[in-house]
């Protein structure tokens, strides 16, 4: 089966970086995709890795390594709107998508 | 319309009703999917449908069934409501099923079943 990881919750300066982390374990891998939600709202695409390394992406970067079965999400400058929740999505053999609880994220002044 | 949209965007049922959740999206995307978001959870997958005219079971398929007449519409039908159903729905669309395909996300229909 499949099993995915991710902090419930983190807090973090304006202006600071942070790092959101992933732990999956899948009998079938197909890539790794990051979301970012709102409260209230629904969830956005931010990233996709689906080999190794770091794929960045403006103030974003996503990192993977399937050795490891991990992957990180990094914000840069953060913002007060970069609270939100973020998702970790793990696409498995079938091409559908397994989720994670979520992580959110506190941004403070 | 730019997107995905779905109606309700919110109801209140009495258990044992029937209540059918619609989903419309304009992007010609040809995979559609439903989600239903716990808290504590992550989104689950309650049904997809790949293409017009095929539909496959998620991970919490009991109790609810979809129909995939076209590629724009994809309505999730509750037949039977009960409590442990209410959740907030979100519909979901991509251009296919595979790959690096993103999907696009609505609203979302939030449902208190009593």
């Known amino acids: 089966g499949q099993n995915i990881d991710q902090p419930t919750e983190m807090t973090a300066t304006e202006g600071a970086i942070v790092q959101i982390n992933c732990t999956y374990q899948t009998s079938g891998f197909n890539g790794l995709f990051w979301y970012q939600q709102h409260a209230g709202e629904a969830p956005t695409f931010l990233s996709y890795n689906v080999l190794d390394g770091l794929e960045e992406k403006g103030r974003f970067s996503s990192f993977l390594s399937r050795s490891k079965g991990y992957s990180y999400l990094l914000l840069k400058e953060l913002q007060m709107k970069d609270s939100a929740s973020y998702l970790c999505?793990?696409?498995?053999?079938?091409?559908?998508?397994?989720w994670g609880a979520g992580t959110k994220l506190i941004i403070k002044p | 319309i730019a997107g995905i949209t779905q109606a309700p965007t919110s109801q209140i049922l009495a258990a044992g009703r029937r209540m059918t959740l619609r989903c419309t999206q304009d992007m010609r995307h040809n995979a559609m999917y439903w989600y239903r978001q716990d808290l504590g959870l992550g989104l689950r997958l309650i049904h997809y449908s790949n293409t017009a005219g095929t539909t496959g079971k998620g991970e919490v398929p009991d109790g609810y069934s979809v129909s995939r007449a076209n590629t724009d519409d994809f309505p999730l039908t509750l037949a039977s409501a009960v409590p442990s159903q209410t959740s907030v729905y979100f519909c979901a669309s991509s251009q296919t099923s595979g790959g690096a395909n993103e999907q696009f996300f609505g609203p979302g229909t939030r449902l208190t079943v009593l």
């Open positions: 999505a793990l696409m498995d053999s079938n091409y559908q998508l397994i």
